[in-house]
């Protein structure tokens, strides 16, 4: 039974930063793309990042390139996406997704939520102004 748990998230003041983590159990972590998406009340879910399963390619929304940075270590089973230069349009439910399949974290596809199979339960963070 593949689980993922996210960790990491909280109140935090503009210009600010937080560490997110993620793990992937029931899954080889070392084969598994993973990312981030986020969704604040009233708007669409929100590709944030991902980084495909050996690290090597990292993508990132608009919105965050700059700020955010995504990054695993396998010998801890640990995606983390570090969050910096908060801001209050940064808050949101940030989940973490993982996928084995090829071609997930690419291109253009990379932030098609609905093409990630296992999402976690999400880990809100909160920016105040």
């Known amino acids: 039974q593949v689980q993922v748990v996210e960790s990491g998230g909280g109140l935090v003041q503009a210009g600010g930063s937080l560490r997110l983590s993620c793990t992937a159990s029931g899954l080889n972590f070392g084969d598994v793309n993973m990312g981030w998406f986020r969704q604040a009340p009233g708007k669409e879910r929100e590709g944030v990042a991902c980084?495909?399963?050996?690290?090597?390619?990292?993508f990132y929304g608009d919105s965050v390139k700059g700020r955010f940075t995504i990054s695993r270590d396998v010998a801890k089973n640990t995606m983390y996406l570090q969050v910096n230069s908060l801001k209050p349009e940064d808050t949101a439910m940030y989940y973490c997704?993982?996928?084995?399949?090829?071609?997930?974290?690419?291109?253009?596809?990379?932030?098609?939520?609905?093409?990630?199979?296992?999402w976690g339960q999400g880990t809100q963070v909160t920016v105040s102004s």
């Open positions: 997704v993982a996928d084995p399949r090829v071609g997930i974290c690419f291109g253009v596809v990379w932030n098609r939520a609905a093409n990630y199979k296992h």
């Open positions: 980084i495909t399963w050996n690290g090597r390619l990292t």
